[in-house]
Every structure is written in structure tokens, then in C-alpha cells.
């Protein structure tokens, strides 16, 4: 605590000495002397005098805090903390306190209320500044454990970033292969290598890393915990053929009866329900489709010479303790028969690009020969775009790569096979930035474009193409068009966020309401893991789960691979070593807390746990200091060096007077980042509002604890305004929208012990709605006239 | 009169399975409805208007009426708790109020200066 304040008001070379009369505020300030070692008036205490003076009197008075009374914080923070470092104060116990934007300038023709206000104002810091105390810098280790969800492009990129920086990363797959739909893609633009070349280097990488264990055919069946002490439960599926003693010698293929469609192929081969995985890195030389088995069938035991086989292996259950997960579970194709005008699944030469994909591949089922599945060779493809895409009936988003990807398959077609005509029927060519070239180069290439939906698509009477009709937008006329093979360019959907981490981050076993994350713009409406896309990309809600890839938006690989490294740099912000935490990582007295958990339960992002005694703790590592909590605890017991409730109290409880004859008494508590910022605009663009109004910038308006209000109002404080951010602006999520609620509540309150509820008022501001807290404030002041002042001012 | 958890406001601590009202009562009165996950005194009788629960509520659910002995119904006497008082308004069956602020903590602060 504080023992020997220093005041310091500085004149600002006129701009506050201007509007406010020094001398008033000296006289205002006679009979603060408690713990109060120097008073000091400067006209200019910036200026290198005015520098010196403040060194030297920390000195000389020997100020162990010290308030400045001046510009806002933001202008000469630097200048200030190094005088005070210079003459040894810690940089935190600089108090700035600003009386030119939040009183000298708004309050230019009301010269008595201002000297006033500044007076209250500096009564109130003062307030503060007796509970003061240098910070202590507390350590913590980082959390070096990650678990990946997905074994595709994001994930192996995340695994591998983050297991070179020395972390134990788990991934999981739910396929018997790594690679994700990148394995099973042909080529990738715009340089046309092979997808397979860059997936099998990240998996041999990570094959060699020690740090990094694989877990394939492993889905997530239970998360517990918090971030940074997840338990994850996995179970992990058998591919009932032991991968150490099979030989490989494909006998049990050979004897299994049944024949399925290869999903791998996207239909396009068949295999057996015992079969050799086509891919890089499989789970073993052979693996069983046992929900493909006939029952009771048992030939591949039988035939196999290795005894390798065994039909009732069951699934093995582990338990993975992480710090953190990262969510890339990716996308998979729309399916292209729920349009039925396309014919898709009727006609065998109508495939998707995916299926073309696997067409073109070298291990795919024709060895990368373009066939149709009819029979034949196609003599022309049709490309037919946004199939089941930009199209309210289906999926109304732009899935961002069909363009650029039939653009790549069509120059792949015209490279191999020059005499093939290749059409691509398109609604808009979509290929941004440098992608660009390939539309140039397709059209170099020969291949032709028209500006199209197709109406239908037919067999071609006596033939055996397809007639594709519709209208060209361009030429503004129908036209028929044959072609041997169709290519329907699907979209992109979502997989998906695998259950039970929908319903950690949601809280629904929490007892909480389902459909926050879309409420909260983190999940998309079409079940995309957006993220907030500029401020906070890969957070969910719960901190320590990071989406990653396709699952946040449909994203080619450039981008796939850009987004794992951003959700693996969220992750390494948490796994460094001795990380020094913020001082505004809250800390929970004990001695006061009766584990109500009200700081679990209104916490937004999940970051506490229970410690061995049952009370509640934050991780610090992972906690956003929204301070949120402080403003929920009950018992106030919840502090942190930089802020709390007791410093606050002591702003609203310091013994302030009148700005003038009548005029209401208001603190309003604003929030920092976006209210704040509006009220100082609102100065500089020389808006004028009441003098009665003192404004106290707070973390967040959800760190306001309604005490403060209890505390204020029987103290003779004649009304509250309290301005968060706009709805869905929060940038703590939850902040804006708690305390609308809490003052909610504590008008209730109010109107029962007979006090007037618009007393207390909620505003939400924008970082520029000067005007509107200009207008906002006049109202209230306006309306607490009427009124009258508080019934309990004759009490104090 | 036994305490009343206003529903509206009351939110079961948000699903806990002890709020407060149930921790801090000391006659163990206070719990949870089962099914509306709002709290509510299940031995009104074995009340002794302590008003504990009233104070400690997080969300100023709870009312206590006053018994008729001290004022008719409907008299009520309601706590506003802040860091270092509590704030009662006493409000009788006329509609009469009064208020009183009790200091629950002093800090030597609190002596000097207006």
C-alpha cells in the first residue's frame, strides 16, 4: 500500500489550466493530507523542467506512488515511467489521471464545475492510489502437451511446427491413413506438383520426431479438465489385422468375398472389405472394413498364414493429459446427387472433382489415365462450377477452391491429352490474388469458358455423351452442348467439430445454454469454425482449443498450411519457458472465497480448475485477464496487482463534492478499449457534457463488480452509467452482455428498496461514438435532475 | 417470514449444485428446486429470518418479509451489501421507508478529509 503520495497537476501549457482554476483545485485539495507527501502544481510537467521537478521531488519527498494529473495515459507513457524509473519507482505506480480530455476540454464553458470535477477526480484516483502496490512478477512453466485432432494438412503442419519447438504432440486420425483428403488429391496449383510429395515429407518427419506419438482410426470420446489440464479420452479402433506379423502376401483379400465402393477412390473402384490401403503411411499392410464383413464370416482368418488376423480385437480406450488441442478435422465434399437436374449417381460419366482427382492420380484406380466410367476415352470434359455452392438451396457460401482447382484440372487435361475439348461452365471465375494466372493459362491452354448454371443434364439421344444445356448469361441465348465427361466442381463443407469438444467449449455439460458459439460469431452459421476473423481467428470460447484449416472456412492448401501455423503459434504462446505472467492475472484470496464458483460459471473462456483444496484457481497461462471474474465474485475475494474491486471502491467512496448547485453526482465506469476511447473523443472534437459526470476507464465492464454500485449509491453518488462495448463487440465475448444483466438485476434491487432504477443506466459505445456518449450523458444527467437528487445524500 | 428466491432473478447459481444461499444458511435450509433449478427455502418454519442468505445472494434474488410482529405484510427490510457497509431499507406496511448504513469495516482512511 501506498504510504507517501505524490499529486502532480500538471497545466498543460494552458489546454487544462485553461478551463480549470489551479487555485481552486489547490483550495480544493487542503484537507487531503493524509498519505500525502507533496501537492505539486506545474505548468507544464512534460517540458524538461517540469521532467526534472517530478524526478526530483520523488525523490527529495521520497514519493513511493505518485498521480498525474494531466493528459491521458496513452500520450507521454513512455516519458513518465522512465523519470519514475530513473529515480526509482516502478513504472506501475505512476498513476495517470486525466483532467484535460475528461474535464478540462469537455467542460470549457462551466469553469467552476470543472475545477470542481477536477478536484472529485483527483480525490477519487487518490482513492486508488492508497491501494497501490508495486507489482511482484510471478513465473509459471508452459504447457508442452498438444493434442491435434485431424491427421490431414493442418494437422500435420501443426504437429510438425509445434514438435520442432519441442513439444509432445498426440494426433489423432479417424482414418486407417494420414494425409486427410490431401493424400487422396492429385496434383496441387499453382505450381502443379504432386499433393502426395509434401504430405509424405510431413509424415516422415514426424515419424522421426520422438515427441510426436500417431494414434490412426483414434476419435475423441470424452474431454474433461480446463486449458492447460485437458483429459482427453480416445479410443482407438483396430484394424484387426496385427500390422507387425502380416506379411503383406494379400491372401485374406483374396478369399474375402464382399466387395464395398472404395471411399478413398470416392466411389470409383471397388475393394474388398479387407483391403491394402492406397495411401501414405496406413495403419498397417492390410486392414478390415468390419462394418463392410459379412457376419459370421471368418475366411481371411482361415487363409491367413501369418495368423495375423483377429476379428474381436477390441477398441483400446487412452487417456491423453494435454495442455492444449487444436481442432483440424477439415471439410468433405458436398454430395453432388442432392442436385438431381446434374445427374450426378445416374449417369456414370457425370463424376465430381474429387473423383477426378482420383482418376487423374498414378495410384489411383486407372493409374492417372482420364476415362470415362462408362467406358471409353472422353474426346471433351465439361467443368460445371458452384455445384451445390452460392446457392441458397444447398450450401449459399463460396467454397474459395473449386475455381482455382478446375481450373488446374483443365490445364492438366490439355497437357496430357491436347485434342480433348475441355468446357468449364462457370457462374464467376473466383481465383483471387496470383491465382489469377491459372484462368490466363487456362485460357491460353485452350480451354472454354461459358458464363453459366446448367439447366440439365441429359444422355445424348443415341449416343453415348451428354447433352448439357442452359443459358449463356454473356451472350444472353440458350445453348446445347455435348460432352463425354461431366466434372461437377463440388463445395466444401464443414466436417465438423468433433462432439464432445462442442459441448466442452459450448458448456452444455455445464448446464449451460446450447448455440453460444453461434450466438458469439465464433462458429459460423453454416457450422464453420470461424473464430472472430480479424481480432481472435483461432479461439473458441473455452481457451486452449485452437481451430485449424478447413474447418474454419474452405481454404485451399496454401492456406491450410498458413492457418496450422497460426493456430500452432496460439498453442506455443502457452508452452514457453518460465513465461512471466500479466499482473492482471486474477488471484483469488481464500480466506474470503466460499467456492461459489460464480467465477467458473461467468469466466468466458474456461480457464479455471479446482486446486487440491477445492478452491477455484485461473490458469494463468491461459487466462485473457478480461477480469470478468472480478466483477462476478460475490465475496469480492477475486483481486489482481493491477486492478480490483477495493481500488475501485476506494474511487467511489472517496468524499467528493458538487460540481455546481444541484448538479447530480455520476461516475460512469466505461471500458477501456472501445467507451473510453469514445469519451476521449468526444473531448477532442470539443464536445461539451455534464461536469457531474466523472469517468473511471475500467478493464472491461464485466470486471465492475455491482459492489461498486451498492458501495456508491448509499454513499451519496446520484446515478451510475456504465458503457460497454456493442453488442457482439465485446472483446472478452461475454463482457458487455454480463453486465447489461447484472445492472438488470440490480434495478430490480433498486425499485424494491424504493430508489429509482434509472438511477443506474447501461450504454453501449463504439471506439467512435463520440456523439452518441455525448447525447447519452446529457440525457442521464438531464433525467437524474428531474428526479432529484439521491435519499441518501442527507445520510452521509 | 422465510426467505423468497425472485425466479426471474435467481439463476440457480448457474446450475451449481450447492448456490450460495444453500452454503451460507445456518440452519442447512436453503436448496435448489430439482427441476426449475431455483432456490427456495424448504423449511419455512425452522426459519429464523437470520437474512444471511439475503445478503450473500449474488444476483439480490432473495426477499425476506418481516415477521408480523415487527410490521405487517407487507413490511420488507432489504440489505444493500458494498465493500464496508450494508445499506438496509426498511419499507413497512404503510410504505413508509427508512434506510440505514451500517459500517461493517472502518479503514482508518475514512476519518479525515471531506
Known amino acids: 500500500m501506498a504510504i507517501n503520495i505524490g499529486i502532480f497537476i500538471c497545466g498543460c501549457k494552458g489546454a487544462v489550466s485553461g478551463a480549470i482554476d489551479m487555485a481552486g483545485v489547490e483550495a480544493g485539495l487542503t484537507r487531503v493530507k493524509k498519505k500525502i507527501g507533496a501537492k505539486i502544481f506545474h505548468p507544464w510537467l512534460c517540458g524538461p523542467e517540469g521532467v526534472s521537478l517530478l524526478g526530483d521531488s520523488i525523490a527529495r519527498h521520497k514519493l513511493d506512488c505518485v498521480i498525474i494529473a494531466g493528459c491521458p495515459e496513452t500520450v507521454h507513457r513512455d516519458l513518465f515511467k522512465r523519470v519514475a524509473a530513473d529515480s526509482g519507482l516502478p513504472p506501475e505506480m505512476v498513476i495517470r489521471l486525466d483532467i484535460r480530455e475528461g474535464c478540462a476540454l469537455p467542460h470549457g464553458s462551466d469553469p467552476r464545475g470543472a475545477t470542481q470535477k477536477a478536484v472529485n477526480l483527483i480525490k477519487m484516483w487518490n482513492g486508488q492510489a492508497r491501494l497501490a502496490e508495486p507489482y511482484k512478477p510471478f513465473y509459471e512453466d508452459g504447457n508442452k502437451d498438444v493434442l491435434i485432432v485431424g491427421g490431414g494438412l493442418a494437422g500435420l503442419s501443426a504437429s510438425l511446427e509445434l514438435a520442432g519447438a519441442g513439444l509432445n504432440v498426440v494426433l489423432i486420425e479417424k482414418e486407417p491413413f494420414l494425409g486427410g483428403r490431401t493424400a487422396q488429391l492429385n496434383k496441387v496449383y499453382p505450381r502443379m506438383c504432386d499433393a502426395r510429395c509434401g504430405v509424405t515429407f510431413l509424415i516422415n518427419r514426424l515419424r522421426e520426431n520422438t515427441r510426436v506419438k500417431i494414434f490412426n482410426l483414434t476419435e475423441i470420446a470424452g474431454l474433461k479438465g480446463s486449458a492447460g489440464r485437458f483429459e482427453a479420452d480416445l479410443i482407438s479402433r483396430s484394424n484387426f489385422i496385427d500390422a507387425e506379423s502380416c506379411t503383406g502376401c494379400g491372401k485374406c483379400a483374396e478369399a474375402c468375398p464382399v466387395l464395398v465402393a472404395d471411399d478413398f477412390n470416392f466411389g470409383l473402384a471397388d475393394r474388398k472389405a479387407v483391403y491394402s490401403p492406397w495411401s501414405p503411411d496406413p495403419a498397417g499392410p492390410y486392414i478390415i472394413d468390419r462394418a463392410a464383413c459379412l457376419s459370421g464370416c471368418d475366411r481371411c482368418v482361415a487363409v491367413c498364414p501369418a495368423g495375423a488376423v483377429n476379428l474381436r480385437a477390441e477398441p483400446i480406450h487412452n487417456v491423453a493429459r494435454i495442455g492444449s488441442i487444436i481442432i483440424a478435422t477439415g471439410w468433405k465434399p458436398f454430395a453432388a446427387e442432392k442436385i438431381e437436374r446434374l445427374g450426378f449417381g445416374r449417369y456414370g460419366n457425370v463424376i465430381t472433382n474429387l473423383q477426378l482427382e482420383r482418376m487423374m492420380s498414378p495410384d489411383g484406380p486407372a493409374g492417372g489415365k482420364l476415362y470415362c466410367p462408362d467406358g471409353g476415352e472422353p474426346g471433351s470434359v465439361l467443368f460445371v462450377q458452384c455445384v451445390g455452392s452460392r446457392d441458397v438451396n444447398y450450401q449459399s457460401w463460396c467454397s474459395a477452391v473449386c475455381c482455382a482447382a478446375s481450373l488446374k484440372q483443365a490445364i492438366d487435361i490439355k497437357t496430357l491429352y491436347p485434342n480433348v475439348r475441355v468446357y468449364v461452365l462457370y457462374i464467376d471465375i473466383r481465383v483471387t490474388g496470383e491465382y489469377e494466372d491459372l484462368y490466363s493459362r487456362a485460357q491460353e491452354a485452350g480451354v472454354v469458358f461459358v458464363r453459366t448454371s446448367p439447366a440439365e443434364i441429359m444422355p445424348e439421344p443415341g449416343g453415348r455423351g451428354l447433352l448439357v444445356t442452359g443459358e449463356d448469361t454473356l451472350m444472353g441465348r440458350t445453348f446445347k452442348v455435348r460432352a463425354d465427361l461431366v466434372v461437377l466442381a463440388t463445395g466444401m463443407q464443414p466436417a465438423g467439430v468433433p462432439g464432445v469438444i462442442k459441448e466442452y467449449i459450448e458448456g452444455t455439460d455445464r448446464g449451460k445454454g446450447e448455440g453460444q458459439l453461434y450466438s458469439c460469431g465464433l462458429m459460423s452459421q453454416w457450422g464453420f469454425f470461424t473464430g472472430h476473423k480479424q481480432c481472435f481467428p483461432f479461439e473458441a470460447m473455452a481457451q486452449g482449443i485452437y481451430p485449424a484449416g478447413a474447418c474454419q472456412e474452405p481454404m485451399d492448401m496454401g492456406n491450410t498450411v498458413r492457418s496450422a501455423l497460426g493456430a500452432a503459434c496460439k498453442v506455443l504462446s502457452t508452452a514457453g519457458e518460465r513465461l512471466e505472467l500479466s499482473p492482471f492475472v486474477p488471484v483469488v484470496d481464500k480466506a474470503g472465497c466460499d467456492k461459489c464458483k460464480r467465477c467458473m460459471e461467468e469466466c468466458p473462456y474456461g480457464v479455471w480448475y479446482f486446486d487440491e483444496g477445492g478452491y477455484p484457481v485461473p490458469d494463468p497461462l491461459y487466462c485473457k485477464t478480461c477480469l470478468l471474474c472480478v466483477g462476478a465474485c460475490p465475496r469480492q475475494c477475486i483481486s489482481t496487482q493491477g486492478f480490483s474491486v477495493h481500488k475501485l471502491a476506494g474511487a467511489v467512496t472517496a468524499k467528493v463534492k458538487e460540481t455546481g448547485p444541484g448538479e447530480p453526482h455520476v461516475v460512469a465506469f466505461v471500458c477501456e478499449n472501445d467507451a473510453y476511447q469514445a469519451v476521449l473523443l468526444a473531448a477532442r472534437m470539443g464536445l461539451e457534457y455534464p461536469a457531474g459526470l466523472h469517468v473511471v476507464p475500467v478493464r472491461c465492464t464485466g470486471s465492475c463488480n455491482m459492489v461498486l454500485l451498492r458501495e456508491g449509491l448509499p454513499g451519496g453518488i446520484d446515478g451510475f452509467m456504465v458503457a460497454g462495448c456493442r453488442s457482439g463487440e465485446c472483446h472478452y465475448i461475454l463482457g458487455a452482455d454480463r453486465t447489461e444483466e447484472r445492472l438488470d438485476n440490480i434495478k430490480i434491487t433498486l425499485r424494491d428498496i424504493m430508489i429509482e432504477p434509472e438511477r443506474v443506466i447501461f450504454t453501449r459505445l463504439g471506439v467512435r461514438d463520440a456523439e452518441k456518449f455525448v447525447r447519452e450523458a446529457r440525457e442521464f444527467v438531464h433525467k437524474l435532475k428531474e428526479i432529484g437528487p439521491s435519499p441518501f445524500k442527507k445520510h452521509v | ?114
Open chain 2, 1 to 114: 417470514m422465510p426467505p423468497k428466491a425472485d425466479p426471474t432473478k435467481c439463476d440457480g447459481c448457474q446450475g451449481e449444485s450447492e448456490p450460495l444461499c444453500e452454503q451460507v444458511c445456518p440452519g442447512n435450509l436453503m436448496t435448489l428446486d430439482k427441476e426449475t433449478r431455483k432456490a427456495y427455502c424448504r423449511e419455512p418454519g425452522d426459519c429464523w429470518d437470520c437474512m444471511t442468505c439475503t445478503k450473500a445472494c449474488p444476483r439480490q434474488a432473495i426477499q425476506t418479509t418481516l415477521q408480523y410482529q415487527i410490521a405487517y405484510f407487507p413490511g420488507k427490510l432489504i440489505p444493500l451489501v458494498g465493500t464496508n457497509s450494508v445499506t438496509w431499507t426498511s419499507i413497512d406496511c404503510h410504505g413508509r421507508v427508512e434506510r440505514f448504513v451500517m459500517k461493517t469495516l472502518v479503514s482508518p482512511d475514512d476519518e479525515d478529509e471531506d
